[in-house]
């Protein structure tokens, strides 16, 4: 258990460290805001990609070499970024290359140490609890991201921000190789070359495609070509997996309606966390001009609270339905959004927390029951893949958030709104989408109260 939630907890310190970082990063190399948005990218599109081949890679090869290799690859990614700082004019195209390296450890580190957790805790009714540590592990490492980062940049140079990481993988891969007993199951698994092939591209074509259709215009070639190309690999895909004999996603597991509204959820409640958090730090930071540590203290109204609630959330688990309290988290974080609207460039210190703050809670009736509800949909024997699955739309809903959010902001802006009125138009985007998938999750639980009739 320290290990899985060390883990998770590994991967998300850089999501929130770097965008608490993308003022300074810009300040420094010049980068505009769709290249700010490329560097949260970077990080989270080869950690969807990786996701789907990593629950198969660690059902045959053993889920702690997967892991091991997965803080490796952390670590080497870590560096990469740390160096770009002093590469001069290459520096921000260097730290988009480390932030890769370091997203597809990640994407090898997260269904692993979720399939740790269902293998080890094989009743549903305990394993909520222990899913409840590691959703706790996730947002504690977006609570100190930026903290980690302020406290760096007050004697450092940008770069130093990734050497926690570093540190950080490095201690827990060794620990991890040495210490964590191995398990798998590879009965029946072999790597899908073609599923993995396809769904990169569905997924890195799409990202390409919203980010220059911000920058650039919809009706721009880079944005088409990436849109339709996206498109056509996902169309593959599907084909692809419904033809294969080990899919890395078995379409069979969307036939339980609990099971797709916890996969829509899951990609709509990352697009919410990644995404608002990545608006809100480019908007403190260019628009307020606020200095990191002032950044750090605004967003720990959101992932601390989220951090303090998540063990709660996990006891709630045992006395609510966890799909029940993902309904009331959607709705909640929606609320969330819709009274961030209110928030402009002349709102007070105590006027924007406690919205923020509220936004916080609704992630913590989130974070942990998606994964639940999608593990405890399935038979045991498909948890890694049930949260492999999981887990890939939940990171390609993280990397959709600033791409589609900024992409808002950006033709917004350009359209000649104000900064406060483009980010109100985004996160009233986001707002239609979680309320969205509320009433997708309120439709599984009438399916399911029907089928249990029967």
């Known amino acids: 258990m320290g290990l899985a939630v060390l883990g998770v907890f590994v991967t998300y310190v850089p999501i929130t460290g770097v965008a608490a970082s993308l003022s300074t990063i810009s300040g420094a190399t010049g980068a505009s805001t769709s290249d700010l948005q490329w560097i949260s990218d970077a990080y989270v599109i080869p950690m969807a990609a990786a996701v789907l081949s990593a629950g198969v890679f660690g059902d045959i090869h053993g889920r702690r070499r997967v ?12 560096m990469i970024s740390g160096l770009s700082s002093v590469t001069g004019d290459s520096a921000i195209y260097v730290l988009w290359g480390g932030q890769a390296v370091s997203g597809l450890g990640a994407g090898l580190l997260l269904p692993t140490t979720l399939a740790l957790i269902a293998y080890a805790v094989p009743d549903p009714h305990e394993r909520g609890k222990y899913v409840g540590m590691w959703a706790t592990g996730m947002a504690v490492g977006l609570a100190v991201g930026p903290l980690v980062s302020s406290a760096i940049l007050s004697f450092a140079g940008w770069g130093w921000i990734f050497a926690p990481s570093i540190v950080l993988s490095l201690s827990a891969g060794i620990l991890a190789y040495f210490t964590l007993p191995e398990s798998k199951n590879a009965a029946g698994r072999h790597l899908d070359w073609p599923g993995q092939i396809t769904a990169t591209i569905a997924i890195a074509s799409s990202i390409f495609g919203v980010i220059e259709g911000g920058s650039k215009g919809w009706d721009s070639i880079e944005s088409i070509s990436g849109l339709g190309i996206g498109a056509v690999a996902f ?13 890395l996603m078995d379409l069979r597991l969307y036939r339980s309606a609990a099971f797709t509204a916890a996969g829509f959820s899951a990609l709509v409640a990352l697009f919410s966390v990644v995404g608002t958090m990545f608006l809100l730090s480019v908007f403190f930071g260019s628009v307020l001009h606020l200095d990191i540590l002032d950044i750090g203290i605004r967003l720990l109204f959101v992932t601390g609270v989220t951090a303090v609630a998540n063990p709660l959330v996990a006891r709630l688990m045992t006395k609510v339905k966890p799909l029940h309290i993902l309904v009331s988290g959607l709705a909640l974080c929606a609320v969330a ?3 961030l609207t209110g928030f402009d460039t002349t709102t007070s210190f105590g006027d924007l927390v406690w919205r923020l703050a509220i936004f916080g809670l609704s992630l913590s009736l989130m974070l942990t029951p998606v994964s639940v509800v999608a593990i405890n949909s399935v038979p045991w024997q498909q948890a890694g893949m049930a949260s492999a699955a999981n887990t890939a739309l939940r990171q390609y809903g993280g990397a959709l958030g600033p791409a589609v959010l900024g992409a808002i902001f950006i033709s917004q802006l350009n359209d000649g709104m104000t900064a406060s009125d483009a980010l109100h138009t985004a996160l009233i985007t986001n707002m239609v989408l979680l309320a969205i998938a509320a009433i997708v999750c309120v439709i599984a639980v009438v399916v399911q109260r029907a089928s249990s009739a029967k």
């Open 235 to 247: 169309v593959a895909f599907i084909v692809v997996e419904s033809r294969s004999t080990a899919p």
């Open 67 to 78: 892991y091991s290799l997965g803080m490796l690859l952390t670590v080497v990614g870590a």
């Open 337 to 339: 959004l819709f009274l």
